[in-house]
């Protein structure tokens, strides 16, 4: 049942069918061209036997017309013969055996009872008026048929070869694209059962197959990120609004219980602004993921949205006790949404601002299609890359600093909306605890 089922599975292969397909069609072209190769070599045949017939025929009435009929030799073989019947009604060789006389080349066939059993099957004969009297020439032609014969079976026997090798290439090449197809089927199912670390792993190469289950594979890791994510997003947006949700419900209770304190108010508001401020980043990254901003591109120069942020940036962080350099080389023009890319540079200078201590120094580079920040604060592990690009995602796991972990990830949403590369590698790799930060905006 098992062996049935795959022969019924190989047969749904499309690389069988089409293979059965072409071998029917290449059948079909070899049976065409055997069958006009044996015409013209029949017809090449043919005009090569006449050629020759005639070629004997005047040899023969030369000898005649210089010796005479009696003096010349008539010869009667299994492939050939000479004869003659001259103007008195002497017949020399197998003429008086002939049923047709009249001049000209033609195919008969002479029969065994008239002719006996040397010049017996079909022959091409030349009939022609020479010496005074009536020559004939002919040469068998069963020869002729062998050779056609054996040409024939040399096509079939080919045509049959090739119908086998090709069926049973395809049958191979059916059987292994089965077996890539049901791997590929396999970890779909898997998947489709909520097991998404499931991998096809196809191995090296670059055929169709290994391209399409790298594609899949691929897939399946950024579901499998996203699901992760979706489901750190929920607890972290769980976490995050329940402390000021928690103070907010305590300042409401001291209001209630003083029934007029401006500062418990003003606590107040300033723990329901942050609540809004968190749900409007969350708004703002959910509809720059929707693509729609893609519409206000324009072009754009990466110095001068470099030299619009330092100087917004630029008194803001001397304040802050860090130092601000802005280093602009040769750049190319770019294309994108300005107000976002401005903000996308603002959020990196910000979340340095946060984390650098006040000794650190920030760099703005604008070179090339990219925009690159680097500090010299405390850097990031390096395996954690990519965790800092996640909403809502957090290095300080206790969570009572201020912020809610959107910055970064609304830094990575822009990239991502301008089809750019967000490069991350430390700034400092050699300092033994201040590694720095470098994170690079590379425009396509």
Do not use: C
């Not at 009929?69 to 008539?74: I, Q, T, Y």
């Not at 196809?202 to 579901?223: E, K, N, V, Y």
């Not at 604060?377 to 996640?390: A, K």
């Amino acid at each position: 049942m098992k062996l049935l089922n795959q022969i019924r599975a190989l047969m749904q292969m499309s690389v069988l069918r089409q293979t059965v397909q072409l071998t029917l069609v290449f059948l079909v072209i070899v049976a065409f061209a055997g069958f006009v190769s044996i015409l013209f070599i029949d017809r090449e045949i043919n005009a090569r036997i006449d050629a020759e017939l005639e070629t004997r025929l005047a040899d023969v009435a030369g000898r005649i017309a210089a010796i005479g009929p009696d003096n010349a030799l008539f010869y009667e073989t299994e492939d050939r013969f000479v004869a003659f019947q001259g103007p008195g009604g002497a017949t020399y060789g197998a003429l008086a055996k002939l049923t047709e006389n009249r001049p000209g080349l033609r195919t008969i066939k002479l029969g065994r009872k008239v002719v006996g059993e040397d010049l017996d099957g079909i022959w091409r004969v030349y009939i022609a008026q020479a010496a005074g009297g009536t020559l004939a020439v002919g040469t068998n032609l069963d020869d002729r048929d062998d050779y056609l014969e054996v040409l024939i079976n040399i096509f079939a026997v080919s045509g049959g070869l090739t119908l086998v090798a090709m069926l049973g290439i395809g049958g191979l090449l059916g059987w292994r694209a089965q077996r890539r197809l049901s791997a590929i089927s396999g970890v779909l199912d898997k998947v489709a059962a909520g097991d998404l670390t499931a991998r096809i792993e196809p191995g090296s190469g670059s055929d169709d197959f290994i391209r399409l289950s790298r594609s899949i594979d691929q897939t399946t890791s950024q579901l499998e990120i996203l699901l992760r994510q979706t489901r750190n997003l929920t607890a972290n947006i769980a976490h995050d609004l329940k402390t000021p949700l928690t103070r907010l419900r305590g300042q409401l209770e001291m209001i209630e219980a003083t029934a007029a304190d401006e500062d418990a108010i003003s606590v107040a508001m300033e723990q329901t602004d942050e609540i809004i401020d968190l749900f409007e980043a969350l708004l703002r990254i959910a509809k720059l993921e929707s693509g729609e901003h893609r519409q206000r591109f324009e072009t754009l120069s990466p110095a001068r949205l470099a030299e619009e942020t330092a100087d917004i940036y630029r008194a803001v962080i001397e304040d802050s006790g860090r130092s601000f350099d802005l280093v602009v080389q040769e750049t190319q023009a770019i294309s994108g949404d300005r107000r976002l890319i401005l903000q996308a540079v603002a959020n990196l200078i910000e979340n340095s601002l946060k984390h650098a201590p006040e000794s650190a120094r920030l760099t703005l580079i604008a070179r090339g299609k990219s925009l690159v920040l680097a500090d010299t604060g405390p850097g990031i592990p390096e395996h954690l890359y990519g965790r800092v690009l996640e909403p809502m995602y957090r290095l300080e796991e206790s969570r009572t600093t201020p912020g809610a972990g959107l910055g970064l990830a609304l830094v990575k949403t822009i990239t991502n909306l301008h089809r750019a590369e967000l490069l991350m590698a430390s700034s400092q790799p050699d300092a033994p605890e201040r590694k720095g930060l470098r994170i690079e905006i590379r425009f396509p």
